[in-house]
């Protein structure tokens, strides 16, 4: 559970409040940051939609922290989908300057 601790952090959490919207106790998210045990797949995926990530990330697996949606019948070649993931972790900010970018190009 590498990154449990971190994302909860992240969101203000304290162990007893991210244990009581898991249903849990807090006792357990103690364990799960600490790889003492590891939580079953129903509260894996209660964490993975809670922090709008991947189980992937919160066990380690990947670095990226977004979830990452298949794109299905699409016609987009790799240089696009490289775009399109490092788009979507631009703060918005970042994106409106992207966005004005683009737009002085196609005028």
């Known amino acids: 559970m590498k990154n449990l601790k971190e994302l909860r952090k992240q969101h203000g959490l304290s162990q007893q409040k991210l244990a009581d919207i898991l249903h849990v106790s807090q006792q357990s ?40 949606e298949n794109i299905v019948d699409t016609m987009l070649n790799e240089d696009e989908l490289n775009i399109i993931t490092k788009y979507r972790r631009l703060d918005n900010y970042q994106k409106d300057i992207i966005h004005m970018v683009a737009d002085s190009y196609l005028r």
């Open 29 to 68: 998210i103690y364990k799960y940051e600490h790889d003492i045990t590891s939580p079953d797949l129903e509260t894996l995926s209660l964490m993975a939609k809670y922090f709008d990530t991947s189980v992937d990330y919160i066990i380690g697996i990947t670095d990226v922290s977004h979830r990452i």
